[in-house]
T-cell receptor, first 114, second 112 residues
Framework: DQQVKQNSPSLSVQEGRISILNCDYT??????FLWYKKYPAEGPTFLIS?????DKNEDGRFTVFLNKSAKHLSLHIVPSQPGDSAVYFC?????????????FGKGITLSVRP | KAGVTQTPRYLIKTRGQQVTLSCSPI?????VSWYQQTPGQGLQFLFE???????NKGNFPGRFSGRQFSNSRSEMNVSTLELGDSALYLC???????????FGPGTRLTVL
């Protein structure tokens, strides 16, 4: 049972445009959400996070939106740059015990075309 | 501050052998988590250690085990290797509960 779902395996966007990466979750115990970016042959790099007490968090070109009622979050990258081409993972955690670990989605491969 | 380091970076083993991977967390981080990444499966959680105790465990067979030392360094061991164990094994460290995890570059394990 996949608790964090990234249903689109890939996304292609023109440079300068907005990239919107979506993520859905099923576990209502999750209260902390993160996005990671991964280049080939490297470990994932933390991008941005959001707590369930917020519905938006912004950091430069990156904004994460959280819709708790829909159990949905999205990462917006504006403007998209070729260097943003990578695999993006959504992750979630919450509570204690088994839920405290990070649960990752399968990732979305973003390609930004020059 | 030095990042998370993992050794070795690449490893080739044959079926039936065992392997030990090592992870040194960021200084001051007491939590170390291990993940397996295979194509199309994302990051699958193996286990997490905090202050030398296993705090969480994923759904992997008993052939996968780990431990953490008093200096927070961690090792994971896979015994009786199978072809399906070929993957990128990632280690991540964090300060504690609910914090961002910082990943190492991973160990690429190939089982022939």
């Amino acid at each position: 049972d996949q608790q964090v779902k990234q249903n689109s395996p890939s996304l292609s966007v023109q440079e300068g445009r907005i990239s919107i990466l979506n993520c859905d979750y099923t576990n209502s115990m999750f209260d902390y959400f993160l996005w990671y970016k991964k280049y080939p042959a490297e470990g994932p790099t933390f991008l941005i996070s959001i707590s369930s007490i917020k519905d938006k968090n912004e950091d430069g070109r990156f904004t994460v939106f959280l819709n708790k009622s829909a159990k949905h979050l999205s990462l917006h990258i504006v403007p998209s740059q070729p260097g943003d081409s990578a695999v993006y993972f959504c992750a979630a955690s919450g509570g204690t015990g088994a839920n405290s670990k990070l649960t990752f989605g399968k990732g979305i491969t973003l390609s930004v075309r020059p | 501050k030095a990042g998370v380091t993992q050794t070795p970076r690449y490893l080739i083993k044959t079926r039936g052998q065992q392997v030990t991977l090592s992870c040194s967390p960021i200084s001051g981080h007491r939590s170390v988590s291990w993940y397996q990444q295979t194509p199309g499966q994302g990051l699958q959680f193996l286990f997490e250690y905090f202050s030398e105790t296993q705090r969480n465990k994923g759904n992997f067979p008993g052939r996968f085990s780990g431990r953490q030392f008093s200096n927070s360094r961690s090792e994971m061991n896979v015994s009786t290797l199978e072809l399906g164990d070929s993957a990128l094994y990632l280690c991540a460290s964090s300060v504690g509960w609910g914090n961002e995890q910082f990943f190492g570059p991973g160990t690429r394990l190939t089982v022939l």
